[in-house]
């Protein structure tokens, strides 16, 4: 599964995600006879104003990426194209960022289903680090470290990434962290990978 975590601060989204990646190992009539660990960079930047995040099957959710980016849509008809063709992955889940005029909008796709204007995102593979991070994030001192800004956010979100990654082979450094805001993006670690790129899987 590997992880991403989007939290909303006063300027924008942080945002960030392992590099830990799946493909899924299929027999000739298409059944999934196991999966291969790979690692690459899993942020990506369709538009000028729109990042998306793919997590499950690398062959499900990477094609799919590079095929809309590459159709050169206005901003809004490449939303409604990359909500619709993420609805039809069966083994995927993807999240998409956008800016607009009311700030940054995030609309996570899963099951077939699109949910638009969401507050924020946590995905670990394990649901006790899911709720280790929802406690922690919580927590009086992580609250405190927040009234600082956007880096105290981005600092707890990393060091969160370094404690769970120590829990859980199916998590893996470097992180991918960036705030996305309506002005720009800022790579604390990591980056962005611009897309559509040439033909690869």
């Known amino acids: 599964?590997?992880?991403?975590?989007?939290?909303?601060?006063?300027?924008?989204?942080?945002?960030?995600?392992?590099?830990?990646?799946?493909?899924?190992?299929t027999d000739q009539s298409g059944a999934i006879i196991g999966k291969i660990k790979g690692a690459t960079r899993k942020l990506f930047q369709i538009h000028d104003d729109i990042l998306v995040v793919g997590l499950g099957n690398w062959d499900s959710y990477f094609p799919m990426f590079n095929s809309v980016a590459s159709l050169?849509?206005?901003?809004?008809?490449l939303l409604n194209e990359i909500r619709n063709s993420a609805a039809k992955l069966t083994d995927a889940r993807v999240y998409?960022?956008?800016?607009?005029v009311e700030g940054i909008i995030l609309d996570i796709i899963e099951n077939g289903q699109v949910q638009l204007n969401r507050s924020g995102a946590v995905m670990y593979?394990?649901?006790?680090?899911?709720?280790?991070?929802?406690?922690?994030?919580e927590s009086e001192h992580s609250m405190a470290i927040r009234k600082s800004g956007m880096l105290g956010i981005a600092a707890l979100v990393?060091?969160?990434?370094?404690?769970?990654?120590?829990?859980?082979?199916?998590?893996?450094?470097?992180?991918?962290?960036?705030?996305?805001?309506p002005e720009g993006t800022f790579n604390f670690s990591g980056g962005v990978t611009r897309l559509p790129t040439g033909n690869f899987s």
């Open 96 to 100: 998409v960022f956008s800016r607009q």
């Open 72 to 77: 050169n849509l206005q901003k809004n008809d």
């Open 125 to 137: 593979p394990e649901k006790l680090l899911n709720s280790l991070f929802l406690t922690m994030y």
């Open 1 to 25: 599964m590997s992880s991403i975590v989007a939290v909303k601060g006063s300027q924008g989204f942080i945002i960030s995600s392992d590099s830990i990646v799946f493909k899924y190992a």
């Open 158 to 181: 990393n060091a969160y990434n370094a404690f769970a990654s120590s829990l859980c082979s199916d998590i893996a450094a470097p992180f991918d962290t960036v705030l996305f805001t």
